[in-house]
């Protein structure tokens, strides 16, 4: 499916991340998997059957230079798939702005932004490139206690429809907005609500698999996808409708 390609993957040696590069190296595409984690490129080769499919890089991608100074040579890029992100807590107290909301901003969306700034060109020289930005429930419905992640999580969706407007008819661009998947991620949030709590509000009353997130995102990185441009798919289990 995607022979020939190369998709950039950031947060991939995460939870969901893994699934992913590990299905689109499947696929036939090359991937550059972007990840802070220094032990990211092993997490991804004992996963993935041809590592020649891979390239890693390690890095937080906190500027546009540092974005270039990566990707620069890339001349032809068919996709990118933003899961880098932390899902940090804040009281709205004081010392929070610096201590929460800016890294959680830098982490979650300012990066992207720059990332797509440096490599813009390089996408456009393909036929109907692919952009999918993960998002969350938590900008769908605002999480308690994590406002800035809420927010940066919001700022993904506009920064989508903006440019799915903006780059149509030749880069599509779109968001995936998970609910309670089963990474690590989630964990402290479901330990301090509890188990039955959590599940008590998804109408499919299970987690859902980070591979299960994997397969929208190959389907809005893949053909089927061709007339889908500026949109958000929750994949939650059913809570946003419930
Ligand atoms: N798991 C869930 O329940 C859930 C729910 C809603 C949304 N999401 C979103 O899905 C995405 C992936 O989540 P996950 O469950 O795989 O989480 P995860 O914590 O397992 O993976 C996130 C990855 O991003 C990396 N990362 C963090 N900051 C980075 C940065 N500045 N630059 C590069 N990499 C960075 C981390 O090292 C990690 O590998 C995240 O954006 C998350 O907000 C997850």
């Known amino acids: 499916m995607f022979e020939g390609k190369t998709i950039i993957v950031t947060g991939a040696s995460g939870g969901i991340g893994v699934p992913l590069v590990s299905r689109l190296c499947g696929l036939g595409a090359r991937v550059i ?3 802070i984690n220094p032990h990211g490129a092993e997490i991804l ?8 499919r891979l390239v890693y890089f390690c890095s937080s991608l906190e500027d546009e230079q540092t974005c270039r100074a990566i990707l620069g040579k890339e001349t032809h890029i068919y996709g990118l798939v933003h899961l880098a992100g932390i899902f940090v ?3 709205m107290t004081a010392g929070d702005t610096e201590a929460v909301y800016d890294p959680v901003m830098l982490a979650n969306v300012r990066n992207v ?9 390089s996408l456009l020289r393909e036929v109907h490139a692919r952009v999918v930005l993960v998002s969350s429930l938590a900008f769908r419905r ?6 800035a992640y809420s927010a940066a999580k919001g700022a993904l969706v506009g920064m989508a429809r903006s440019l799915a407007r903006k780059e149509a008819p030749n880069l599509l661009v779109n968001v995936v907005a998970p609910g309670f998947i089963d990474t690590t991620m989630p964990q402290k949030i479901i330990a301090k609500r509890g188990i039955d709590a959590v599940l ?27 007339y889908v441009t500026g ?7 059913g809570i946003i409708c419930s």
């Open 142 to 147: 605002g999480a308690p206690g994590h406002t």
């Open 45 to 52: 080769q004992s996963e993935i059957s041809d590592a020649s």
């Open 200 to 226: 008590g509000e998804i109408p499919m009353k299970r987690l859902g698999t980070a591979d299960e997130v994997a397969s929208v995102i190959q389907f809005l990185l893949g053909p089927d996808s061709a």
């Open 113 to 121: 932004y720059g990332l797509y700034a440096s490599i813009r060109e």
């Open 231 to 237: 949109q958000v798919i929750n994949v939650d289990g």
């Open 89 to 91: 807590p804040d009281d």
């Open 33 to 35: 998997a972007i990840d």
